[in-house]
């Protein structure tokens, strides 16, 4: 029974597209993460999110935006989509005190061709 | 600069082998996670020790946070924990992972 729900679990999009990847939790975390996986990195760090704030961004490119309509969601909108942004995403989330474990969803395969 | 460095980066065992996983983080700092990731891809914390030993089954964590070092020790290897196995660091709640350790483990 996860709690924490990536949706869709793989995604093909077209080149230039714009795609939408979702992200709950039902574990009451405040704190909500956004990482990247690809084939010629390892885990990368994207964004965390606090009281649906944004609080770190280490992605250079404008085209990837967090939204948070909800305590519990993180949805990830990528725009003006390219092969290079072809990579699993992880969505995870953690209590917001300063030590404590972070949990981690599935993952959304996205690849673009 | 690297926050997170992991030794070996690749691991081939015979099963019922031992493994010791190294990572050495470059900041005192440290809130230190201990991940596997599935061949499938799917990504399982197996400790949060930001010091001292924690055991779980066949798998000890040790983090010496004066040091800037944790290991992660594998007894009697089997084929079923093949797989990718990341150290990280949490930065302001946020992990930094190293590069990881690949663990093929032969029957």
């Known amino acids: 029974d996860p709690k924490i729900i990536q949706k869709p679990k793989y995604l093909v999009a077209v080149t230039g597209s714009e795609k939408i990847l979702i992200c709950e939790q039902y574990?009451?975390?405040?704190?909500m993460y956004w990482y990247r996986q690809s084939a010629k990195k390892p885990l990368e760090f994207m964004f965390s999110y606090s009281y649906q704030k944004l609080m770190d961004n280490q992605t250079a490119s404008s085209r990837f935006q967090p939204q948070s309509s909800k305590k519990n969601h993180l949805d990830l909108q990528i725009t003006a989509l390219k092969p290079d942004d072809s990579a699993t995403y992880f969505c995870?989330?953690?209590?917001?005190?300063?030590?404590?474990?972070?949990?981690f969803g599935k993952g959304t395969r996205l690849t673009v061709v | 600069g690297q926050q997170v460095q992991q030794s070996p980066a690749s691991l081939v065992l015979q099963e019922g082998e031992n493994a010791e996983l190294q990572c050495n983080f470059s900041s005192t700092a440290t809130r230190l996670q201990w991940f596997y990731q599935h061949p499938g891809g799917r990504l399982v914390s197996l400790f949060y020790n930001p010091s001292g030993t924690k055991h779980t089954g066949r798998l000890t964590s040790t983090t010496v946070t004066n040091e800037r070092r944790s290991s992660l020790h594998i007894s009697s290897s089997q084929t079923t924990d093949s797989g990718t196995y990341f150290c990280a660091r949490n930065n302001n709640n946020a992990p930094r992972f190293g590069a990881g350790t690949k663990l093929s483990v032969k029957p």
């Open positions: 995870a989330s953690s209590p917001l005190r300063v030590n404590t474990e972070v949990f």
């Open positions: 574990l009451g975390h405040n704190a």
